[in-house]
T-cell receptor, first 115, second 114 residues
Framework: GDSVTQMEGPVTLSEEAFLTINCTYTATGYPSLFWYVQYPGEGLQLLLKATKADDKGSNKGFEATYRKETTSFHLEKGSVQVSDSAVYFC??????????????FGSGTRLLVRP | DSGVTQTPKHLITATGQRVTLRCSPRSGDLSVYWYQQSLDQGLQFLIQYYNGEERAKGNILERFSAQQFPDLHSELNLSSLELGDSALYFCASSVGSGREETQYFGPGTRLLVL
């Protein structure tokens, strides 16, 4: 079945460092891809999305490009801030098998940014 | 604030009991999804309703059931609770069910089974 694999955390960075969180996927159909962020004690918020190959999603300085050839959707940010400390989830939706746009999530990557 | 509300925020109960979690979607959203977040299983899809009808089922136990009412709010019923059911339960809503759509998540209900 469909699945998402993302890098293990925690990732610890100093403020203003470059961030990459790797995400690869396996899908039967042609999925849409998402990054969600979960701040401590809160629900999930959509960070960015891409619905077709070579699309780049971007928001708040974060970017990710839908790479169909490598089945990847890596999250990047050029300069992280302490306020970016959170858990980041890569996810896909692939309605091919059951016509549902349910989300399939990776295991999450905790990011800790130190001042 | 996503516009999705969930009640209660916290729930503590005993094994064998039954609880009901409630979700109110954003105004105008027809789809409601339920997810479970636990330490060992991560974030898993449970079930989806669209405009009152069940649309898809994931890894939802037979002890769990859900429904969506005419006013589009949804309830997730968990019965014969076990220790392993302790988790954070999220609902999410979207306008319909399409490739471009975004699911908006509620703040979750934290369930602790003792």
């Amino acid at each position: 079945g469909d699945s998402v694999t993302q890098m293990e955390g925690p990732v610890t960075l100093s403020e203003e460092a470059f961030l990459t969180i790797n995400c690869t996927y396996t899908a039967t159909g042609y999925p849409s891809l998402f990054w969600y962020v979960q701040y401590p004690g809160e629900g999930l918020q959509l960070l960015l999305k891409a619905t077709k190959a070579d699309d780049k999603g971007s928001n708040k300085g974060f970017e990710a490009t839908y790479r169909k050839e490598t089945t990847s959707f890596h999250l990047e940010k050029g300069s992280v801030q302490v306020s970016d400390s959170a858990v980041y989830f890569c996810a896909l939706s692939d309605p091919l098998m059951d016509s549902s746009y349910k989300l399939i999530f990776g295991s999450g990557t905790r990011l800790l940014v130190r001042p | 604030d996503s516009g999705v509300t969930q009640t209660p925020k916290h729930l503590i109960t005993a094994t064998g009991q039954r609880v009901t979690l409630r979700c109110s979607p954003r105004s105008g959203d027809l789809s409601v999804y339920w997810y479970q977040q636990s330490l060992d299983q991560g974030l898993q899809f449970l079930i989806q309703y669209y405009n009152g009808e069940e649309r898809a089922k994931g890894n939802i136990l037979e002890r769990f059931s859900a429904q969506q009412f005419p006013d589009l709010h949804s309830e997730l019923n968990l019965s014969s609770l076990e220790l392993g059911d302790s988790a954070l339960y999220f609902c999410a809503s979207s306008v319909g069910s399409g490739r471009e759509e975004t699911q908006y998540f509620g703040p979750g209900t934290r369930l602790l089974v003792l």
